[in-house]
């Protein structure tokens, strides 16, 4: 009997027997690394990585179709990308792309920006601020207001509260301020090489390039302010450019990122047009805009239609459903790897035997030289420095050799439309129009330019939900669901975002 | 000493009887109703001299002088004893067994209570009610029958139900059971579907044969399951399996059945309009054009038309009734069973081997199984008595792609259009790539070169050691293990243009998945009863060691080479992933009874839990329950009469959790796989390099188990000779510190915190009855309804979160709303003005919200099954129907079939005019415009069925689930033991059966709502290109040796 109350004590004292703590502290993940030790050039690896993704993802899409460079088309039921094009965006649709900047790629940044200074490497620290300057401005141009000051503070602050569209623009200077001077800092304990999938390789070569894009940015940054205050753009811009701070000077300068020939690796933008066939083919708008000069970047940017004619077809919204028009085609794709017959009603299927191969290892484009000469013909239209017409010609040039243009057809072209004429205001129009094409397969550019310009002139779709064309997107669902301190959801996203007023 | 004793004891007694005279008695055994009662056992009262009666009931016993007493017993009868002396001639009436006053029930952990004594509800299903109607899944046999258990199939091949026990217990994960083997817990992974990706698996409960089950019994309440502690907010399904008896011959006992399983409801079609949509025609005229790569079917009216179709033969235009029939075919299921037993005095041993095969409606869809089990108990000494119970298992299967995507072979089958020959039409074109005119994948061509399969073997088991101290004192020590190793494989043809298994953009693609898992346990009880006088005690002291642990392996490789070649040396680029979890529990628990006189008992439990999955400050956990019963007809036999026989009542309370799973204390970096919802997407290695990114959920050092605390109240009443038996419970359960990932503000650089925030409240009715209107001597009609009806309201979420959103789309999704019921369905609905009226545009067409609201709530009113079973002499005939009221779903087959004009309805108003073309405006919505004027806009039958009408909603589509439908029935005869007598035969019986033989539907038209797009999760209400339900029917025998 007395064994038995001894082994009823033993039982009962189980939990609080010293090797009970060891055998139940197990409870850390051996499959994934703990945050404090994760090395800051794998999340550099992802954010740039991601910056590219997101260059070719959900944005792009919406700015592509409101501008009508694509079009939505369908087999059966409507198609996601036929409901953006008739302007049924919707909060919970931008969810996903709301969670991919802020809390992979901003909160990523963040603990870059935080454990390079602990470590003391302003390289890496430069290079994340320039990048969080860049993703900024893409989402005020989208949102408008957008939570800043209070943002990517994880359980310290659950509910960050929205700041001005034009605060976090002031700070988008400051942070590409700040990244310029930590990108030329003497000695950084690390440095960003060959792990920063955009302007990749040995840090003492590329920071040149981190710092012609932080610049070039800011000229992006200060044209957007045409509309708003004209002024202060060209002075701003005046300002930089004499300051000589170093710009984009060759497409080899391109804020580009590379994909590869490889499944899951390839250009977002291929992967789209693979894995939701028949969701976009070219517009009818760009194409016929192409059409019209016979522009020669045709051949690159959109398939045949009808295969091997030689012509070009766009599609428009509230087409009846068909697939016989031009797809997307090698500039944004990749180079051929087979190109199968058309069918026999000379259209193309996005795969398959009738359809065109690709390597899919095109870069998405975020900001190009060609961009860049258009800012400053535009810029300089208002009283910049430089010659528009130069910079003009120069935007169409650069943008014709990054699409493979040869030399003469770039010179007939140039001869036919390169030359700025007319009032100012048909000088801008040409100007944006020819931004506009170059500008094809840019993330959010071409709608920023219709809103600040109204070109190139894109008239209301036939079967819009709006009485307008949008001018900004709805803040997502999931922050009106999850954060108080979030405005009230826009009464439309015909609201205007702060330049654009 | 004693030994001898008792020895000598038994010598003398022989001697006396062998002394004594003796003289003979004779007498007839009949039952209340003065039927005879053959076979009935007559003993003299200790002796072991004895008779049985004969098939009149009589009965001729020669006894010595001395002997007293008879004691006379039969199965299901109460036994007797009667007094003789001075009587040579007896009329004996014996009472049907009262099974309540005398059942045990095991409760937790092995301990043996009378049913009398328990302060909760213990339903307990037996092995005929299990296998009289065969299914590969014993989940399924729950179906209709436990009051309190709610239980719906997702439908499709092979998949177990969701059972849901008195109420959703958590938030976001999952509510299914614990199910206990023998003590011992199984793993019941699986069940779940990727909505846009993959199979559907089927939980692992499958693994169990069903003719190696002996009895399931539900623990239902807190109080019932408080032992389990941190495992037992679910409900736990105990399952004791077969065993050998003692001192019973050896026997061999053969089970056998086969069925065909049939698509249980196809839809409704027109026969009158070709493939094709609507293109402008003369003088603004909508016109119907046959177009050849339409998926819809608003074409012109078919009348023998010439046409050149997709593969440029000249043909005519044509219906095909049959063209979705076609697709399916008749599935089969076979399963036998052999099992060995028997017993010494000493030694029981039962080893079974099992085995089955099922095939479903749709082809390649498969499973098998071979079981192997052994049951042995052996009594070492009169004090230690050891036992074993192991399981092996060998299950595989091939399966077809399911859910939202384009490689499910119905995703588009069940609307093909009413005009194309699905069956007859090639899917390879001259150079073997696939051939269809949609962008989906052709059905027949995803079934062959879309493929799945799956092997698991699996060990589990237990050893048990018994040991007894004393008449009122023993310990039983348990040590079980679950073992399996899981293989699957995926290969998606080169040309793929869904999903399918590896997601790979067409370029094909090979997926290997190795799942292992190690689960150990082990409990130690000590276990007292005593009585002192009129008080009884008993009591259990025990402790549990848990230590589960488990890795996944993948590996996708895509883009294939070559095409047909099965290999993932056949791929290109891969993407290998490991995950792995280990979690351990140490319990410590206590059960404690006294009773006073048999008939007032009160009863505590207790459990201590330390997990390894808390945080080291949080990591004890208290679980207590406390239980109060009367059997009210024995405190005062004065109560009872005719007419009320027995009356129990009881009241319980108790609390019970579930613990966090593992990892979720810290906070991580993870591999990254930037993506957006459509498809694309980056996977590391990218150029040889790695990304991480911080996990978008942060961890959270302060986590504590969720906990379910409930009080519950009910009575047990017989009647009329115990042929109305009535339990009902009411009860009220409350989920607090409920478990979740709380969704943030991704501006906060996090998605969500895995917390202990929200409630959930619940309150619940179940009733159970059992009637027997008829009993004769060769009729006997019993009926045994359940009733189920509870209400789970999440009262609260974390403070400032509003909703979660459990699954879904966009529109429509499910989720978690304060103040709603759980998991309510969201989508966009029609505008509508303040008045309520629909808006409608210029067009007379609706239009949708941006937003989305609730518009369907899947949780049912109640469900109830009610049992009609009649015997008649050895035929029995079970019927059990299920009834289902309320429980909305969004049916997205449905909208499909309705959107592209394929059912009958779409036709029911002539679309066309004479000339077979030209759309006639038959239709009309009914609504106003913005200025609250009624819009008068007559429209054709595709504006108003198609893409721009009814589907631009949600809402639209939200159906209720009410049925009613036979889902059992089986019929069985068993040859009368004077035939069997003469055979070799222990037992011959056989008998017919179905499934889901009747389903009566009154709001869901054309399929079976019995759907659910998310597999057996908690997350019900969407059903999307959902499978066909099946029914079944067939035959099944059982010979024992």
Redesign the interface.
Known sequence: MKNIIKFILILLLVGSLPSCKKYLDINKDPDNILEDEVPINLLLTNVTTSTGFIGGSDLFRYGALLTQQFSGQTTGGETQTQAYEKYLIQSADVNNAWVLYNASNLNDIEVIIKRSAEQGAPHYSGVAKILKAYTYQLMVDAWGDVPYSEAQQTTANLFPKYDKGADVYNEIIKLLNEGIAECNAATSSLSPGSNSTIYTGTFSTKKANWIKFANTLKLRVYLHYSKLDKPFMVNQITTLVNSGAPFFAANADNFEMPFFNAANRQNPIHQFELTRTNYLFANKFLVDMMNLKLDPRRQFYFTQFPGGSGAYVGAKAADPVSQKYSRMHVYLRGAVVNAGPPKADGSYDPTGTNSISYTGDAPIRMFTYSEYNFIRAEAALNGAPGDPQIFFQEGIRASMLGAGVSAADITTYLAANGTLAGTDADKLKQIIEEKYVALYGTIEEPWTDWRRTGFPAIVKVSNAVLSDIPRSLPYAQSEMDLNPNAPPQKSSILEKVFWDK | MRKLLILLGGLLLFYANLLAQSRTITGKITDDSGIPIPNASILIKGSSTGTTSDMSGNFTLSVPANAKTLVVSSINYAPLEVAISGKTELNITLSKRDETMTEVIVTSFGMRRDKKTLGYSTPTIKAEDLTAVRNSNITNSLVGKVAGVRTQGPGGSFTGSSVLIRGYTSMTGSSQPLYVVDGIPVDNGGGGTALQTGTTSSNRVVDINPDDVESMTVLKGAAATALYGSRGAGGVILITTKKGKKRSKASVEFTSSYNIVQVNRLPEFQNEYAQG?S?AGTAGNRNASH?Q????SWGPRINGQAYTDNY?KATTLQAYPNNVSDLFENGHGVQNTIGFSGGSEKTTYRVSYGNTQETYVLTSNRLRRNNITLNLNSDVTNKLSIGTFVNYNNTSSTRTQQGNQLSNPVFRAWFIPRSYDLTGSPYY?A?G??WFY??EDNPYWSIENVRYDDEINRIFGNLNLKYK?TSW?DADLKVGADFYSFRAHGFDEI?I?G?GNT?????G?VQEVRNNVRNLNSY?T?NATKRFGDFGVAGT???EVIDNNSYTNTVTG??LNVKGFDQMKNA??F?PT???S???T?G?FADFVLDYQNWLSFNVKAR?D???????AN??IFYPAAALSAVLTEAMPSLKSNVLNYLKIHANWGKVGRGPG??N????????A???????????P??N????????T?GNPELQPEFTTEWEIGADVNFWDNRIIIEANYYQRKLTEGLFAV?????????S?FRNAGEIETKGVELGLTVIPVKLKDFNWMVSANYTQFKSKVTKLAT????ITLAGF??PNIRLVAGEEFGVIYGNKYQRDAQDRILLNASGLP?PT???FKIGNPNPKFTMGITNTFTVKGFTLDVLVDIREGGDIYSRNLADLR??GVVKETAELPRLDKDGITYLKNYQFVGVDASGNPVNVPINAEQYWG?TGK?VAAEGFIVKTSWVRIREANLFYKLPASFTDKTPFGLIEFGVFGRNLFTWTPDYPHLDPEQNVLGSSNFQGLEFNANASTRTLGVNLRITL
């Open positions: 949509a293109v177009i790569n339409s998926s819809s440029g074109d150079a790539n696939q949609g962008g101290f004192l040309g243009r999903g997601n790979s953009g067409g370029g693609g130690f000590l002291l025990g402790n895509v883009t290109t680029t993407t490991y995950g792995s280990r979690t351990r140490i410590v201590n330390w997990a390894s999955t808390l945080p080291e990591r004890s593992p990892y204390t810290d906070n991580y970096a993870v591999q990254a930037p993506a957006d919802g459509f498809g694309p997407v980056i996977r590391y990218f150029n390099l790695l990304g991480y990114t911080i996990s978008n942060a969704p943030y503000s991704a501006a906060s650089g996090i998605t915190v400032g979160v509003s909703v966009v529109t239009l941006q937003d989305v959107r592209n893409n589907y």
